[in-house]
């Protein structure tokens, strides 16, 4: 055996082994996220409701809440069945989880600009909801169109109009949405649909207590 040919081959050997090794030490160590949101109803009135964004990082098995932000959202209609979940395009959503797929800039016929898809949801007599957004009003590009007289829904016009009443979507201003937005595209990417475990949205009936403390 030539002296030093063994030695050099577990040389070699190790270097390559070492990028492998290194990788998956490396997204041992990462931490991964999942959000979690929540559309707090506040049957006092619809139209101040909140939507509550939680961050939770992982790391190995332990995980902690590293981000929290609140905002006013409304949902539904100032009209009889405005808090019925199961009358279209006049009730606010079914309670449960939802899948959501964030647009940044959603060319709808209605909604435009940066908007997360909601999943369909059938309520307790089966009727299914469908087209349910997060949004605001805004154009196209997320921009605010000119004053004109009326409701525009390419301009967010509150106080002097109601503009967080829908048809069933959840409704925010542009700046919160904005932040929203902002805070989902830190840990999560636009135009996939993330499964439950990275991204969860619950439509929930709470207690007037539980919106004062948010």
Not at 154 to 177: A, Q, T, V
């Amino acid at each position: 055996m030539v002296p030093g040919v063994v030695p050099s081959v577990l040389l070699g050997l190790v270097l390559a082994l070492l990028p492998a090794w290194a990788t998956a030490t490396a997204e041992a160590a990462a931490p991964s996220h999942r959000a979690v949101l929540v559309f707090a109803k506040n049957h006092d009135d619809p139209f101040d409701s909140r939507l509550v964004w939680s961050l939770y990082e992982r790391r190995g098995a332990e995980e902690r809440l590293v981000e929290r932000r609140d905002w006013r959202a409304g949902a539904g209609l100032p009209a009889r069945g405005g808090k019925d979940p199961c009358v279209r395009s006049v009730g606010w959503p079914p309670d449960g989880s939802y899948r959501l797929t964030y647009h940044r800039d959603y060319g709808g016929n209605a909604i435009k600009g940066r908007a997360f898809r909601m999943d369909d949801k059938a309520c307790r007599d089966g009727t299914v909801r469908r087209s349910l957004f997060i949004h605001t009003e805004q154009g196209a590009g997320s921009r605010q169109c000119a004053d004109r007289p009326g409701d525009q829904l390419c301009r967010w016009e509150w106080p002097r109009i109601n503009d967080y009443k829908s048809n069933g979507c959840l409704k925010m201003s542009p700046g919160d949405l904005r932040e929203l937005a902002g805070l989902f595209e830190r840990r999560f990417s636009a135009g996939v649909h993330p499964p439950l475990s990275r991204v969860d949205l619950q439509v929930r009936t709470v207690r007037p207590r539980w919106i004062s403390q948010h």
